[in-house]
């Protein structure tokens, strides 16, 4: 359980503050400019994140 938690606590920090970099990108409609490629590359990152931390959870 503590091992999940260390996990999460370094996880989320870092997935919350690449959705809040998607959001403000998004809300300044930057995407029109560069075709949203961008946002693609943010949301691999945030992807990234999720993944490593669910094979956190499943390989320990």
């Given at each position: 359980?503590?091992?999940?938690?260390?996990?999460f606590n370094s996880s989320f920090?870092?997935?919350?503050?690449?959705?809040?970099e998607l959001k403000s990108y998004m809300s300044a409609e930057y995407y029109k400019d560069d075709k949203a490629a961008k946002a693609d590359a943010i949301a691999k990152e945030i992807e990234t994140g999720c993944n490593t931390f669910l094979l956190r959870e499943i390989l320990y």
């Open positions: 359980m503590d091992k999940s938690y260390a996990s920090p870092n997935i919350e503050k690449k959705f809040e």
